[in-house]
């Protein structure tokens, strides 16, 4: 069986975070941190949800040719550390929790990485899982489901969608496509 790159996108609020924590916990996957120069929300930690660093330092990342794909959202720039993420590969799955235009540039760069697509049962169950996570202020959920639309339509470019209504459903789903990517040869 080979390790597999899976890479798990979807519009903010669909439950990316909660599966991933999940499928890592549970599962032999390795969760792929990312960098980011957004400013940690309450109870985050550096080097758990991801490494948050400055501006700079992000800039010198790039030049250094350190990211697999990085992009930018929401005035902050997040990017996929290339040598964590190949180095992991050659001992188990790694996840990548990352928004569409990340995870088609990590196909151009890596053509074996499976991409999955988490989508809202409805669009208005997304703005109640975000009102109700109550990390950001309605502003900042507006500028978010603005981006909705955006996020779906690359759906037909991704190798599978999963939609997440009931939790465990959508998780066996993905368990059960990981699987599958998993014995292919
Ligand atoms: P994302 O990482 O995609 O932004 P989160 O994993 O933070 O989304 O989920 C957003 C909110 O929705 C969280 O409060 C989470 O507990 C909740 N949530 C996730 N999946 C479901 C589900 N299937 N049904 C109901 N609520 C969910
Ligand atoms: P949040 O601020 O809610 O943690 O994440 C905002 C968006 O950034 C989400 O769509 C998330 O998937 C995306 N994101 C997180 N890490 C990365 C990354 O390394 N690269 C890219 N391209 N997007 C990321």
């Known amino acids: 069986m080979r390790n597999v790159l899976i890479v798990l996108s979807g519009p903010s609020g669909v439950g ?4 991933a924590k999940l499928l890592t916990k549970d599962d032999n996957i390795s969760l792929s941190i990312s960098c980011t120069t957004r400013s940690p929300r309450d109870g985050e930690v550096h080097g758990r949800e991801y490494f948050f660093i400055k501006k700079e330092e992000f800039k010198s990342k790039i030049e250094k040719d ?34 569409v235009n990340g995870g088609l540039k990590v196909k151009e760069n890596y053509s074996d990485a499976v991409l999955i697509m988490l989508l809202p049962p409805s669009r208005e169950e997304i703005k109640n899982r975000l009102i109700k996570r109550n990390t950001e202020s309605i502003e900042k959920i507006n500028s978010r489901m ?13 190798d599978y969608a999963v939609i997440n209504d009931d939790l465990n459903v959508a998780l066996n789903e993905i368990r059960k496509i990981i699987e599958l990517e998993k014995n292919k040869v």
Request: aromatic share 16%; no cysteine; proline share 2%.
């Open 16 to 19: 990316k975070g909660t599966i």
């Open 66 to 99: 350190g990211f697999l794909e990085y992009s930018e959202h929401f005035d902050n720039f997040y990017g996929t550390p290339k040598d964590f993420v190949l180095n992991s590969l050659k001992e188990k799955d790694v996840l990548l929790e990352i928004d």
């Open 146 to 158: 603005e981006r909705i639309d955006y996020e779906l339509s690359k759906q037909s470019l991704y």
